[in-house]
Each structure stands twice: as C-alpha cells, then as structure tokens.
C-alpha cells in the first residue's frame, strides 16, 4: 500500500507543475490529457512496484497431517517446505503459473521432484517444470508445470481410479496385521495389471487403475497410492537394475522395520520379459514374492538406488517370503528337496518353490532337480492313481529360485 501512495502523491505533483506553467486558470485540453497520461503511468508504476515488493505467492492449505506421510518433505528445511506446500497447492488446483518464494530455479526445481516423488495422487503431473526465477524486491519463482491431460479428462480419469482402487481396498483383511495387507495390496496389483512397455500413461497411476497396463513406475506408484490410503508409512524409490535399467520399487515400515518391495519383479509377465524366469514353463498364472518385504542384502543383488536418495536401511529378514515359509536354504539338499515336494503333492499344492542363499547351493540344487522331479512326479502318479502327469519348472537366476509346477489332471 506505500507504494500506491507514492505513486498518488507523484500524480498530484505532476498536476501542480502543469498548472503552473499554462499560466492560465485553467487546463488547456492538451495540457489536460498530458496530465491523465502521466497520472496514469504513474499508478501503472506504483502498482508494478507493489506487486514486486508483494508478489501474489500461491497461496497454500495443506493439511499437516498429510504432510506427515511424505517421506521427502521431511527432509526440507523450513524455507523449502513453504515453497513445497506452495506447489503441492497449485498443482492440486491445477495452477498453469504456481508463484512461489524462493529465487532459485535449480533448487525450486528439486523441491518439484521431491513433490513428485511424494505424490502419486497428482497423476496428471508428468514431473517436468518450467522455472523462472527473480531477484531484487519481489525475490520469487514462476513454476509452470507440465500437465497430462485437461481438467475435464482429470475429472474422468479420477472417477475410474476412485472406482478401482476403492475395489482394491474394499478387499483389504481390515484385522490383518500390517505384512498381511502388504502382502494383500502386492498381489492385487500384480494380479490386476498386466505388464507392458507400451503401455499408456504408464508413469502414473492411472495406468494401473484406468487402462491396467504400466510399467515399474505405474505399479510402484500405485502401491504407494494405496499404501497411504490404508495408512501403511511407504516411499517411493528410484533407481537402477540388472545392467543398469531405470526402474522403481518402494520402501514400507512394518512393525518398526523397513522393508524394500518391488511389485513389479512380482509380476510373471515382467519376469519373463526380461528373461528372468527361464525352463520348461509355468508360472504365468501365480504372483512371485521374492521381491516382497526383503532386507537389503537380498534386495541390493540387483537393485541400486539414486544416488541421491537418503533412505531408510532395511535390515530385517523377518520377512522375507521363503524364509517364513521354509522355503530359504543356505545348502540344497536331494533328500530335503524330495520330501517337500511329496509333501507339496500331497496338499495338491500348484508348485514347490525352493530359494537359495548363494549362488553355490542353486547350481548344485539345479544339478539334482531332473532327477528329484522325475521321482517326484513318479510319486504324484501313484498317490492320487494317474497313468501319467505333465511338470514343469522354472528358474530365477538373479533371485536363486527354482519353481516346479504340478498336474494333477
């Protein structure tokens, strides 16, 4: 409000000046229309300069107990967590310019990553900014992000997605324990989408829930979606596998222990596609959990994170799937391997599963599997009184599991 005074004052003071020089006691017409002019640009100058001493910043109501489940905000200074509440308001609004403190567009720019990272709800946000920064008397930052799709399709799509994953959580085991609904939400999504480098939209999690089609990005950025939605604290991760592939998994708190999952390396279809799961077949019609809710010394074998990233370390083995099924071996064993086979018939059961500890134990573990199958299926026959019964097998190298699958037609 000072400045618009000033420039008021100016006005006034232009008036008198050309008032005295028409020596007459009144305005010529043009002496007159000089003045508005100049009045004019004088309140145009004064209203510039209140708006660089106060910006219209975006204003911002975010409320503190979201906050709290996003894991990289907790990481920003006070300064940086005003400029990220700014922009978690103006993309929730569907702002084209988000004005925002801070003059820096390189350090705006990462607080749009971290809100990226935080938000899997924002589907409509591709992550790319455009920033520009400003110094002086109004210190700030225009952010212009790159949005998906126009408001009305966001509407549409949001319906779907509300329908699809409120299906999902419908069938959430409301007294299991906090695994159980990890375990629950991991083999939803594996069962309910379909893995596909081609997939549309597949950065989002509308892939997941509208088109059930994505990639790693889609399926981890779903199960963070629904993970908040069931209040289980997770984070989404970035990073690299194999020989070096962009990929994306998450990170869950179970129980006062972290635990890395990947929901895609749960999926067969992806397991195959990357030539992961090699043999004679099976396997396409089940969900693997090698990748669910394991420490680091398992997971680290073949998934490194960003460079960047300050995580959590995952320590536990507690639980891990095999282990907790005695399914874990730190030796391979003819006899062992055998006995629960028989055992895994007996039950009907649709596979026998055996993961190892090294690389040693799983050669030598594939080296007696012909046979042990052989006998096994030998005994399929005779228990249940069958002529003949086709098995297959299949193996994960990277994850040292063998998997054999059983007919009983």
């Not at 083995?317 to 282990?323: N, S, V």
Request: aromatic content about 14%; charged content about 20%.
């Amino acid at each position: 409000m000072k400045s618009r005074k000033a420039g008021g004052w100016a006005a006034l003071l232009a008036a008198a000046a050309l008032w005295g020089c028409s020596g007459e006691g009144s305005l010529t017409e043009a002496a007159r229309e000089q003045m508005e002019s100049a009045g004019q640009q004088l309140q145009e100058a004064g209203e510039q300069i209140q708006d660089q001493i106060e910006p219209e910043y975006q204003q911002e109501a975010v409320a503190q107990e979201d906050l709290e489940q996003r894991y990289y905000y907790s990481f920003l200074d006070e300064e940086s967590r005003q400029i990220y509440r700014e922009l978690v308001q103006g993309m929730r609004d569907g702002e084209e310019t988000i004005v925002t403190h801070g003059s820096d567009p390189e350090k705006v720019n990462e607080i749009c990553s971290w809100v990226y990272m935080d938000y899997p709800e924002f589907f409509w946000f591709s992550g790319t900014v455009e920033t520009t920064g400003y110094t002086g008397l109004s210190a700030r930052c225009e952010v212009r992000p790159e949005y998906t799709c126009t408001p009305e399709e966001r509407a549409a799509r949001q319906q779907q997605i509300d329908a699809s994953a409120g299906q999902c959580l419908d069938g959430i085991p409301a007294d299991g324990s906090t695994y159980e609904k990890i375990r629950y939400l991991y083999t939803w999504l594996v069962e309910q989408t379909e893995y596909a480098a081609d997939a549309p939209e597949n950065q989002n999690i509308y892939s997941v829930f509208g088109n059930h089609q994505s990639v790693c990005a889609g399926y981890s950025r779903a199960f963070q979606y629904l993970a908040n939605q069931s209040g289980i604290f997770n984070i989404y991760v970035t990073g690299t596998v194999n020989q070096g592939e962009s990929h994306a998994w998450n990170i869950v708190e179970c129980d006062g222990s972290y635990y890395n999952v990947d929901v895609t390396f749960g999926d067969p279809v992806f397991l195959q596609s990357e030539s992961q799961e090699t043999g004679t077949g099976g396997g396409q019609n089940r969900t693997f959990y090698d990748y669910l809710c394991v420490s680091d010394t398992e997971f680290r074998r073949n998934h490194t994170p960003d460079a960047g990233l300050t995580l959590p370390v995952c320590e536990s083995e507690a639980l891990e799937y095999y282990r907790m099924n005695g399914r874990y071996f730190e030796q391979a064993s003819e006899s062992e391997m055998l006995a629960l086979m028989q055992q895994d018939i007996q039950r009907q059961d649709g596979w026998s599963d055996f993961k190892y500890a090294n690389e040693t134990a799983y050669q030598e573990a594939l080296g007696f599997l012909p046979q042990v199958m052989e006998e096994a299926a030998y005994y399929l026959c005779s228990y249940y009184g069958l002529p003949q019964t086709v098995y297959q097998y299949s193996q994960d190298p990277q994850s040292l599991r063998i998997s054999v699958y059983w007919d009983y037609s």
